[in-house]
């Protein structure tokens, strides 16, 4: 009976750790440049003293869906879209380089450039510092930066930096739990990443973002499919309680 029990009680819980997967997707369904997450269940054994007969449930996140979530024009300055394969570069909260597909930028009171999510934009010599006041910034397809300073002719526009901006396959990348992008560790050679330099085959499109890809009918078919499969493991350890019980009431008429 434990058995019935400990298999119904593990896949309760990691229909629950799938609902709660298909609920991030789903609420970031709006956010720009957000990459769904997939979700797998397979049967794992356990180890342990009296535990070899034991089976249980484990969820996954085997991966993320990699697709563009196609593209809209916002005809703001500060917003930007990489082409298919480009990857903005920007520090993550360890300092650490990591990638992204947000292009949603801001400039903070000491001329850092950052993504809305909060992460310093990386450029060829590193965090990028624009130099205040400016009057007018502007994003090459190359992805140079240029500005007018504050009193400067109109016509006037000066380079100042470069995005560092990657090109890289789908497969060469993972995402971590901050929702950035990282080269996966068999990618790497000596701990060093072979495809993470500037690229010059990224287009870069100003005043356009990438959308999320997360498809919404798909994911609420999901989330009522994961809270079905919790309500059967559920109805499940009920009928183990009561079969439980009948048997405590044969051993007493015994």
Partial sequence: MDKMVYIAMSGAKQSLRGLELKANNLANANTTGFKADFAQARSMQAFGEGLPSRVFAMQERPGSNMESGGFVETGRELDIAMSDRGWLS???ASGNEAYTKTG???ITP????MTSHGRQVIGEGGPIILPLPIEKIEFSSDGSIQVRPQGAPANFLEVVDRLKVIEADNNQLEKGNDGLFRPKPDMLVNDL???CDISNNVKVLSGTLEMSNVNPVHEMVDMISNQRQFELQVKLMKTAEEIDERQDQLLRIV
């Fill in 90 to 92: 920007v520090q993550d």
């Fill in 104 to 106: 949603t930028l801001n």
């Fill in 110 to 113: 000491d001329g850092a450039l």
């Fill in 193 to 195: 990443c072979g495809f």
